[in-house]
Structures are given as structure tokens and as C-alpha cells.
Nanobody, 124 residues
Framework: QVQLVESGGGLVQAGDSLRLSCAVS????????MGWFRRAPGKEREFVAA????????RVVDSAKGRFTISRDNAKNTVYLQMNSLKPEDTAVYYC?????????????????WGQGTQVTVSS
């Protein structure tokens, strides 16, 4: 069974940086489109960033463009979310997700495999 385990969350101040990691078990990581989503308190889960199989194509939500970068290391079965210039509105639980069937997706429903999430809290 494929498992996704996020790490790297924490409590930071506005303007700080964090790098989230998501380690994925199994042999087929390089064939998965990967994504990061987040759920802020009282809100629906929303798309944050996505990356294609080989990492050549990425998408980032407009509110995070220029601040967040998604990347992957297929040799390590790991996807990353580098978050810079964090804002209080970035506070949320961040989830890693895998889509075994697409080259790239930004649609939550396309992602079949999910991690448990990691909390990111940004204080003002």
C-alpha cells in the first residue's frame, strides 16, 4: 500500500520560510503526478501546487506565485514545497497527494492517494 508522509510544518513568523517534504513509498513514484493542497480553519481544502512526473511542468495557485515552489526528487521518492515570504493567510494544514493516472493535475478529485497533513501556522 502506498503511503505519503508529510513533514516540515511548524510555527513561524510572517516573512519566514518553510520547506515541506512528502515521502512516498513504493516503486512507482516517478509515474505519479504530485500535488500539494491545504485546508485553512473553517475553509474548504484548496489546491496549492502541482508537478508533473518528471518535474518539468509545475502549477502554483495565484495567491502563492512568486513565493511557493514545488519540486521533486524521483531518486528519493520525495516531493517538496518551498514556501517563502509566508503570510498569516497561509496558515493551514498542508496535504501531499498523488495522482497515478495523470501527467499533471490541479483537480482535487483526480488525486487518489493522500497524506495525513502537516500543520503550518504563520503568526503576524
Amino acid at each position: 500500500q502506498v503511503q505519503l508522509v508529510e513533514s516540515g510544518g511548524g510555527l513561524v513568523q510572517a516573512g519566514d520560510s518553510l520547506r515541506l517534504s512528502c515521502a512516498v513509498s513504493g516503486r512507482f513514484f516517478s509515474q505519479y503526478a504530485m500535488g500539494w493542497f491545504r485546508r485553512a480553519p473553517g475553509k474548504e481544502r484548496e489546491f496549492v501546487a502541482a508537478i508533473s512526473w518528471g518535474g518539468s511542468t509545475t502549477r502554483v495557485v495565484d495567491s502563492a506565485k512568486g513565493r511557493f515552489t514545488i519540486s521533486r526528487d524521483n531518486a528519493k521518492n520525495t516531493v517538496y514545497l518551498q514556501m517563502n515570504s509566508l503570510k498569516p493567510e497561509d496558515t493551514a494544514v498542508y496535504y501531499c497527494a498523488a495522482d497515478p493516472d495523470s501527467y499533471l493535475s490541479v483537480v482535487e478529485g483526480d488525486f487518489d492517494l493522500w497524506g495525513q497533513g502537516t500543520q503550518v501556522t504563520v503568526s503576524s
